[in-house]
Structure formats: C-alpha cells, structure tokens
C-alpha cells in the first residue's frame, strides 16, 4: 500500500488563521507532507482546492454554531463541496447532510479543557447523541497546548521548546474513543494541528509561537492507499478520502521522529487485515506491529494493553475478539497512535 502523510486541520485568512491557502500549501512542502485538507470555520472556500507543486491542498469546512454557549460541538467535514454552516444549529443536521453527500465528519478536539493563560472556554464535543459521523479527532496539537499551559511563563517555554511540550492525546479522548469502538462499530481517529498562525503576546515579547511549518511536522495523519496517486486532485482526493474513511490511517507525532514506515496487521490463516479492517478469528490471530524507529509499542484491546514491547517490533497471539490498537511512545512522548484493527 502507498503511505500518505497528511494534516487535517488548519485555518487561513478566510477565518482566524494567518496564512493563505498558497503560503500554506508551501509551509505543508517545507514540512515534508503530501495532503492537507484546510477547515475554516463555517466557510468553505470554492476554487482554492488542487495540487500547489507536490502538495494536494482540499478543503474542507469547521462547523460550529456560533450562537452556542460555549461554542462547543466543533465538526470537521470533507469533501461536502458546499457549505454547511448554514446547518450548525444541529450537528446532526450537517452530519446528515454531510453523508447525503458522500462527505466525511469528524468530531474534532473531542476533549478540550479551558486555558488558564489566554482565559479561553473548553470547546470539546458536548453533543454525544449524534450518529452517522466518521470519526474523531484524539489528538489536536492546540487544545493540548491550550489545556497544559499554567502560566504565560510555561508558554514561553512553549514558544521556544515546542517539543518537549508534547504528552500525547488526552486520555479521555482515547478512553471515550475506546468505549465507541468496543461496540464494534469502526470509529476513525485522526490528529490535527488546528494551525492558525498566530501570534501571541508574551508580557513584552510577541511571537508566533506555532508558526504552520512547526504545526505540519508535528501532529498528522498517515493514510495507506490501495493504488497510487495519479496527480489529478478529483481521484486523489478520493483516495485518500476512502482510507480516511476506512480507518486505513494512525496518527504520527512525527516531529519526535518520522513515523512513515509504522505498520500494524493481524493474520489469522488466510485472513489478513490492517488498521480500519475486520478479521475472522481462524483459532488464533496474530498481531503484528513494526515501527521505523524504537519506542515503547503497546497493544490495546478494547481499552486494556494485552501486549507491551521496547524496540521496533511487537507481536501478539490473540485468541480474543475486539478492536485491537496500538499505541507507540518515545520516551514520555505519544508518537503513533493506531486505528483498530476489529478481531471478529
Ligand atoms: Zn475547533
Ligand atoms: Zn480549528
């Protein structure tokens, strides 16, 4: 399969961001990604979508009613090709559109909590009635600055040692995205940067302590496509839409290390299946996960690590049923994080 690295997650001008489509399309090529998909919030942009050199730029819509208070109940959504903000009052409602038009949704930042420093509301998803939606967001790389910054003295430290900021995703996020999956339904997780751009004042330094080059190489989505792209953006915008919405995908921090070259795959017989996929149990199963660089490789089983291992290889026979994730750290630090795989 062809691996793809991507982010989801970002805003221009035409919202509250400080680039264009085109400086971000260049910002993504200097990161070294091959897609981004950008999400103004409640505006979706025509005409701006298609290949800037070797960066596939789609775009895409942040839904969210802003009446709302707080204005939780943030919905991602792709390839609606029209807006939906019109719809916002009723995250069912764009949900329900969204999928009559063959569109994905994502509940992004699921978890959020407030930021003491910048006196911003906790925007996580409130609305757990919905149906129908594709997937969530586990990791958002700002709500995770938002939450883990105390003082404007911890966000200088940010501003200068981004990394060493970097935990992983909430584990709420992860035990809500646990509880969704054990049900045995297929509940795609993604990472975004929620880039904007923006500049924040320091007492009396003023920086842009996320410029859009640092977000592209940290948190992003990894997609593996069936067939190679062609270069045209209506049949690579499919593409990685329908690994997007088969699960087909991790979440790679990959500024702790690249993690282009991650595999995860269970065989049982013939069976064979990888991230987003269903195998029969034929007696036992195997689980097999690699990684392009050492780290502490865990595998998941409906919330609960049945298998632990230090390197770049884990395997795990498995006579269980369940979704089956792994989760992948670098000393303290979350680096991938796996879609389930569904043992059946
Ligand atoms: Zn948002
Ligand atoms: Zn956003």
């Keep these: 399969m062809i691996e793809l690295v991507g982010n989801m997650h970002m805003h221009t001008t035409y919202s509250d961001g400080e680039a264009t489509h085109r400086e971000i399309a260049e910002s993504a090529a200097r990161a070294g ?25 789609l775009v895409g819509e942040e839904v969210h009613d802003c009446r709302r208070a707080p204005q939780a109940n943030h919905l991602l959504v792709f390839g609606a090709e029209c807006e939906l903000a019109p719809l916002a009052s009723s995250p069912q409602a764009v949900i329900d559109e969204a999928n009559a038009r063959g569109a994905l949704t994502f509940l992004a930042h699921v978890v959020e909590y407030p930021s003491r420093v910048a006196k911003e509301d906790a925007l996580g998803w409130a609305d757990w009635n919905v149906t129908g939606y594709t997937g969530i967001e586990i990791w958002n790389y700002m709500s995770e600055f938002k939450a883990r910054i105390p003082t404007v ?34 509940v795609v997780g993604i ?61 790679g921090c990959d500024v702790l290390g690249s993690t282009r070259g991650f595999g995860f795959e269970a065989r049982s017989g013939l069976a064979w299946a990888t991230m987003g996929g269903d195998i029969q149990r034929a007696g036992a199963v195997t689980l097999q996960v690699t990684t392009p660089l050492p780290g502490d490789i865990r595998i998941v089983n409906n919330g609960r690590i049945v298998a632990r291992a230090a390197g770049q290889a884990c395997k795990y026979l498995s006579t269980e049923a369940g979704a089956f994730r792994v989760e992948v750290y670098r000393g303290s630090q979350g680096w991938i994080f796996s879609n389930p795989i569904f043992v059946r």
Excluded: C, E
């Design 33 to 57: 990604l091959d897609w981004v998909i950008v999400t103004d919030h409640n505006i979706w942009v025509k005409g701006v979508a298609g290949y800037y050199d070797t960066v596939l730029l």
């Design 153 to 186: 003295l911890h966000a200088l430290q940010y501003a200068y040692f981004p990394k060493a900021g970097i935990r992983g995703p909430f584990p709420k996020a992860l035990n809500l995205w646990d509880q969704l999956t054990a049900k045995g339904k297929l």
């Design 191 to 251: 990472g975004g940067a929620d880039a904007h751009g923006n500049s924040y004042s320091l007492g009396p330094l003023r920086r842009t302590i996320f410029p859009y080059d640092y977000l592209f190489s940290a948190v992003n989505t990894h997609v593996l496509l069936n067939t190679p792209t062609a270069g045209n953006m209506t049949t690579d915008q499919a593409l990685i839409f329908d690994a997007l919405r088969a699960g087909r995908a991790w979440v």
